[in-house]
């Protein structure tokens, strides 16, 4: 029950925070995906299903306050999620390599995915300038917030695990 509390208000801040960070911390008008970083984390984690859930809640609510075509971030977002999972038998807290790998790899995932859906579809074949302005730069960011509020959310983790052991 705390658990899932916890995810749905680390998502609600992560949204608040992402949404807002190109107007306190311009970087050419990209932001970190904070919402990548704790589906991500969560994934790897805690597993497929606990990915999945923070990655569908994530992508629900960049969905319904972004705009858009409802479900399409939810869906990339909780395959993410679930394909971070896969990584949770292989995960060590204490070495941050594998995090910042799987993020990479999320974020990149994730860009490929929208510049598909969102822009090749379309016709606007720019994938090089898509690429230098739009998904380099966030990757970088991502990576840089990820070093960052990695510790954190690893906290938050072993809070919560603490407390469902008390009360088990």
């Known amino acids: 029950m705390y658990r899932k509390a916890v995810m749905l208000l680390l998502i609600l801040v992560g949204y608040l925070i992402q949404s807002t960070m190109i107007r306190i911390l311009p970087m050419g008008g990209v932001a970190p995906n904070l919402l990548i970083i704790l589906t991500s984390c969560f994934g790897f984690m805690r597993g497929k299903k606990d990915g999945m859930f923070v990655g569908f809640i994530s992508g629900l609510v960049m969905d319904i306050l972004f705009g858009g075509l409802v479900g399409f971030y939810a869906l990339v977002y909780m395959v993410i999620g679930y394909l971070n999972g896969f990584f949770a038998s292989i995960f060590y807290p204490e070495d941050v390599k594998l995090p910042v790998a799987l993020i990479t790899s999320s974020e990149l995932v994730y860009c490929f995915i929208v510049y598909i859906f969102r822009f ?12 230098l302005h739009i998904i380099l730069p966030e990757i970088v960011y991502t990576i840089f917030v990820t070093i960052i509020i990695y510790r954190i959310i690893l906290n938050i983790n072993e809070w919560l695990e603490d407390l469902e052991r008390r009360s088990a």
Do not use: E, P, V
């Open 120 to 131: 090749l579809i379309q016709g606007k074949l720019r994938f090089g300038y898509y690429f």
